[in-house]
């Protein structure tokens, strides 16, 4: 892989969604790709954007910050994805710079960024981040309190939200994670699924993904583990 390109693995990966997809009787443009480029520099993203890839997802602030908006100049059509927690002082910032906010999983946050929308005028989609392994140390509703909560960000806080995001453990089979995913998803009639990263895109897309985050099988590694339950920077 060391002596391949990131547009090599992108035009890999985009092959290996087709073939999933097709594999698993799915229209492949009902899965869409989200190239994680987060730690690397713009020098790595702007080959990736010349080869046609549009959709991005990053998961610190201030890193998105630093990066985008002259990635943004060259390619106004570039979409933004925060998959990263979000701190609730960052609401701002987040509506912002952000397309899609995969990562809402608190009452102070969905309230943050409700008062960030109204007051910008500017709509990110929203989806709910659940925690489907109920792991103390990431983000995410609760599976128990998933319900509740989408019912409180639509009617309390008065937010769209198109769907529902999860990182199963990294020590489980991914999908029975995904499986539950999608059935949250079904009881609150929510059509978007964001699941799946470099490891287990093709189980994801077998349990319905409509949004893979695929990192390091595009850019390669990283210099740390994925930082799935860091701090949004
Ligand atoms: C880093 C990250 C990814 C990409 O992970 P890879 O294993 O490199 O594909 C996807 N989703 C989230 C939430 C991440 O933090």
């Known amino acids: 892989m060391s002596d391949t390109t990131p547009v090599e693995h992108l035009k890999e990966v985009r092959a290996n969604i087709a073939r999933a997809a097709a594999d698993y009787g799915r229209d492949p443009s009902s899965v869409t790709l989200v190239a994680v480029s987060k730690t690397f520099p713009a020098e790595d993203i702007a080959p990736v954007l010349?080869?046609?890839?549009?959709?991005?997802?990053?998961?610190?602030?201030?890193?998105?910050?630093?990066?985008w908006p002259a990635l943004r100049e060259a390619y106004p059509d570039?979409?933004?994805?925060?998959?990263?927690?979000?701190?609730?002082?960052k609401a701002k910032e987040a509506v912002q710079l952000f397309d899609v906010i995969h990562t809402v999983d608190r009452p102070s946050l969905a309230e943050a960024l409700a008062k960030e929308i109204a007051k910008q005028g500017r709509t990110p989609r929203l989806l709910v981040q659940v925690n489907t392994g109920e792991?103390?140390?990431?983000?995410?509703?609760?599976?128990?309190?998933?319900?509740?909560?989408?019912?409180?960000?639509?009617?309390?806080?008065?937010l769209t939200i198109e769907g529902l995001m999860c990182i199963p453990?990294?020590?489980?089979?991914?999908?029975?994670?995904?499986?539950?995913?999608?059935?949250?998803?079904?009881?609150?009639?929510?059509?978007?699924l964001s699941?799946?990263?470099s490891a287990d895109y093709d189980a994801a897309i077998q349990m319905g993904a409509t949004h893979v985050r695929v990192g390091s099988a595009i850019f390669g590694m990283r210099p740390k583990p994925a930082a799935?339950?860091?701090?949004a920077g």
């Open 228 to 231: 799935s339950s860091g701090e």
């Open 169 to 192: 453990p990294a020590e489980d089979p991914p999908s029975p994670h995904f499986a539950l995913l999608n059935a949250i998803a079904k009881r609150n009639d929510l059509k978007v």
């Open 135 to 158: 792991e103390p140390q990431k983000g995410g509703v609760a599976p128990a309190e998933v319900d509740a909560f989408i019912e409180a960000c639509r009617t309390k806080y008065g």
């Open 195 to 197: 699941m799946g990263m």
């Open 50 to 67: 010349a080869a046609g890839q549009r959709i991005f997802g990053e998961n610190y602030v201030q890193e998105a910050k630093a990066k």
């Open 78 to 89: 570039a979409e933004l994805h925060l998959i990263g927690p979000l701190q609730s002082n």
